[in-house]
């Protein structure tokens, strides 16, 4: 085990247990319900782990101190994948044949789940990821779900919005082509843009990481479309902004949840006004489930307002205590079978199902970067 990688669940959480009467961790004994999760809580996409960490954790904390599921409190076992390729492999890997979890919870980044996913398949571990969009994710296999939408859905809402709220008849696409994700929405995005008439402009690619984007940004500029589509996540995104405006270049810039992080607005600054992105949910819709869950988050951690990643944290290991109920028991198996009928579930993202391909239908929204805020814009029902 390398040190650093293993957050035995977290403080907080370990002091729940103690409350409940163990000793931590290791409780042994089979005393405790134990559940997986995998997260980036460091490096380059640290926004991402941390925040459904958050939410999975206050689920977890939840549910325990209403006296835990069927008679025994959950431990949470969260693995540190640094956002780091063959790290997620490693840590399933152990959660399952170490720590023998009965489920796994994460990941949020697609090229991540996707890296899990046919592990947890193969050894008959039910997982659930919160966040990834990516539409191949669960056809992994049936033991694998998502309590998000897809980027089938998302892609075609966002040409749909290039067509009708942007009004753009040529759009170029600029892709991350280190990202499952990326190229996936890219994909949906092109076809249903195309379908809808509008052209697709200069298409060009990078990697996540990278911190020149002008090459590219220069190629666009001189094809003149009427918006940019970037797929991307917030670190990236936020750079390429920035150096769109440092050319000069005044059309509108729109991508996917992957935009979503408070640090898009902490790096990109004045770069990011106007500009859009679709996502899961916003803090401020209103439902009570989503104002019961933003409380009880700000009360948990510091004030903090909780993004679409922490919400589908939460909503992941929700239903997974849901999914034990109704199984009336930890089976993997059975457990399996009583994810695949979550019907009508209310989570705190929104009230979902789980469809045939064990993806959620859902709502998605579109928000907007006004005075250096997320503005809500308008929802995009399935
Ligand atoms: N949907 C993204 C992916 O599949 C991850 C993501 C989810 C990012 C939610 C931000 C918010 O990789």
Redesign the pocket.
């Known amino acids: 085990m390398k040190p650093g990688t293993f957050i035995c669940s977290s403080a907080a959480s370990l002091a729940g247990l103690i409350a409940l009467g163990l000793s931590g961790c290791k409780s042994g004994g089979g005393d405790t319900i134990k559940v997986g999760e995998f997260a980036s809580l460091t490096g380059k996409e640290a926004t991402?782990g941390t925040s459904s960490h958050e939410g999975t954790l206050l689920a977890i904390e939840e549910l325990n101190a209403a006296g835990g599921v069927l008679g025994k409190p959950l431990e949470l076992l969260t693995e540190d994948d640094q956002t780091k390729a063959g790290e997620p492999a490693n840590a399933v890997n152990k959660l399952i044949s170490k720590d023998g979890v009965v489920a796994i919870l994460g990941e949020?980044?697609?090229s991540r789940s996707l890296e899990a996913a046919p592990i947890c398949q193969l050894n008959k571990i039910p997982m659930i990821s919160p966040?990834?969009?990516?539409p191949t994710v669960t056809q992994e296999g049936d033991y694998i779900f998502r309590v998000c939408f897809t980027d089938t859905f998302q892609g075609a809402a966002l040409a749909n919005f290039a067509s009708t709220v942007l009004k753009a008849k040529k759009v170029a696409v600029l892709t991350d082509v280190k990202s499952d994700?990326s190229k996936g929405l890219a994909k949906s995005f092109k076809q249903k843009f195309s379908a809808n008439g509008g052209q697709i402009g200069s298409e060009l690619d990078f990697n996540g990481g990278d911190k020149d984007f002008k090459g590219q940004l220069t190629a666009i500029k001189s094809d003149a479309p009427d918006a940019i589509f970037l797929p991307g996540y917030y670190n990236d995104v936020a750079l390429i902004c920035i150096q769109a405006k440092q050319l000069g270049m005044n059309i509108p810039i729109f991508g996917g949840?992957?935009w979503?992080s408070e640090s898009l607005l902490t790096i990109g600054k004045d770069a990011m006004e106007n500009h859009y992105f679709s996502?899961?949910c916003s803090s401020d819709q209103g439902t009570p489930e989503m104002t019961k869950f933003v409380a009880a988050y700000k009360k948990r951690f510091n004030g903090k307002t909780p993004d679409?990643?922490a919400v589908l944290g939460y909503d992941s290991a929700m239903v997974l205590a849901d999914a034990m109920k109704r199984a009336g028991s930890t089976a993997p198996a059975k457990l399996r079978d009583a994810i695949a009928a979550t019907q009508d579930y209310s989570g705190a993202s929104g009230t979902f199902s789980l469809n045939a391909d064990r993806d959620a239908v859902k709502a998605l929204v579109f928000i907007q970067i006004k005075d250096g805020k997320f503005t809500y814009n308008s929802t995009v029902n399935p």
């Open positions: 991402f949020v980044a697609s966040a990834s969009t990516n994700y949840d992957g979503e996502t899961h679409a990643m």
